[in-house]
């Protein structure tokens, strides 16, 4: 395989790619309502000759484009979002990933030269309702020999690790009483919350230092004057462990059903989402930092130490795969910010599309032409999987 032939033509996308993001960029669309975006991609790669699934596993904006090289061999995934933020556009960069995405997945299906099975997946939603977690539930990932993504960052790294995570809703329901006149009449859901909250701080000294657990009071009631027979918790339950997570999880469910048994409520538990934590791949992340430093990606750094959550974890739980982070704004910009707002159209969103598409695509040629590469990954995989 000839690299300067891949790299050259992905180069020859820079124009087009780069006028893609600016119009994701000056369109946003929220999850699950990435229409425009959802289109115009789908279109870009059927013209390419990918053949296109769409509305897979019921999402309206998610899609699934294959090609075949040469018949056929290892299933790249090669994943991306679209989605923005609500008020702040694409702060956080997506216009930036399926230009990205694109330019590695058409680049490849024009130049390789080896057996290997191309899969662009379109993910929407990853800021709200994490349309990876539907799509990893209907097995969408589950066939994959590795995925891949690209981000924007404040340097050139790879994430190392994230936190599995339960998004959970704890809804109790009392009786409504007037407070002054009949409060022995009411049940107050506020207090079994507040007695929720209580137990919560001492459960803290119970769990592993890597758990973290943060709640607020979603509804605590409408007026002072009235026994609430509503109130609703929300509450972030991290660990770096799934299986440690679901042990804590059920001395947190077990708190919140003694906090309604104390005061007479009942309790809805409403889970809203959960995201696994991400299985790492040493020899994989290494092969995109190398990838990314023989080609001049700016400031590379060691994989990230402190990280939250990522629907991305529920593909990486399943299969082999790696983000690969590129330098985009200065070190300790954090996303979701005006800074990563104001360079949305600017040369260094340029950079990253092709910066991006060029260390991944480079990686997925050394793993096609390193068939013993790609089993090894496989064994590291189940390994640090087997370890958690």
């Known amino acids: 395989m000839d690299n300067d032939k891949l790299l050259n033509e992905i180069e020859s996308l820079r124009g087009e790619m780069k006028a893609f993001a600016d119009y994701l960029f000056d369109h946003p669309e929220l999850g699950n309502e990435e229409f425009e975006a959802h289109k115009r991609i789908t279109a870009r790669l059927e013209k390419e000759g990918f053949s ?30 679209y989605d923005a933020l609500e008020g702040l556009g694409h702060a956080c960069g997506h216009h930036m ?26 993910t929407p939603a990853e800021e709200t309702a994490s349309g990876k977690l539907v799509m990893a539930k209907d097995g969408v990932f589950d066939d994959l020999d590795v ?14 690790k994230s936190l599995a995570l ?15 006149i009949a409060p022995e009449k009411g049940i107050s859901a506020l207090d079994a919350v507040l007695l929720f909250f209580n137990g919560m701080e001492y459960l803290r000294e119970h769990v592993p230092t890597d758990v973290r657990m943060h709640g607020i009071i979603t509804d605590g009631g409408k007026a002072a004057n009235i026994v609430p027979d509503y109130a609703c918790t929300q509450w972030y ?4 462990s799934r299986i440690r997570l679901n042990e804590v999880l059920e001395k947190v469910y077990k708190v919140a059903e003694g906090a309604a048994l104390q005061v007479g409520a ?3 538990i409403d889970e809203v989402k959960a995201y696994d934590n991400k299985v790492n791949v040493q020899r994989l992340n290494d092969m995109l930092l190398k990838h990314a430093a023989e080609i001049g990606i700016p400031d590379i750094s060691e994989p990230r130490k402190v990280t939250g959550s990522t629907d991305f974890s529920s593909v990486t739980f399943r299969v082999p795969g790696a983000c690969l982070r590129v330098k985009y704004v ?11 707002l104001d ?9 990253v599309i092709m910066n991006g598409a060029k260390g991944i695509a480079l990686t997925v040629v050394e793993l096609l032409e390193h068939p013993e590469i790609l089993e090894q990954i496989k064994v590291d995989f189940k390994e640090s999987k087997e370890n958690f």
């Open 52 to 81: 296109v699934e769409r509305e897979v596993s019921g999402l309206k904006t998610a899609f699934k484009a294959v090609a075949h090289i040469q018949g056929g061999g290892p299933k790249i995934g090669l994943l991306c979002e």
């Open 343 to 351: 360079r949305g159209k600017t040369q260094f969103a340029e950079d």
């Open 330 to 340: 200065n070190r300790g910009v954090s996303s979701h910010s005006k800074e990563w």
């Open 97 to 122: 990933q399926s230009p990205s995405i694109m330019a590695t997945a058409i680049a490849l299906k024009r130049t390789l030269d080896v057996p290997a099975t191309l899969i662009v997946l379109g």
């Open 237 to 240: 339950i991290r660990s770096s």
């Open 166 to 180: 339960n998004l959970i809703n704890f809804k109790f329901h009392g009786k409504a009483s007037h407070a002054a």
């Open 266 to 268: 009942t309790l809805t």
């Open 147 to 160: 995925a891949f993504m690209m981000h924007g960052s404040d340097s050139t790294t790879v994430d190392g």
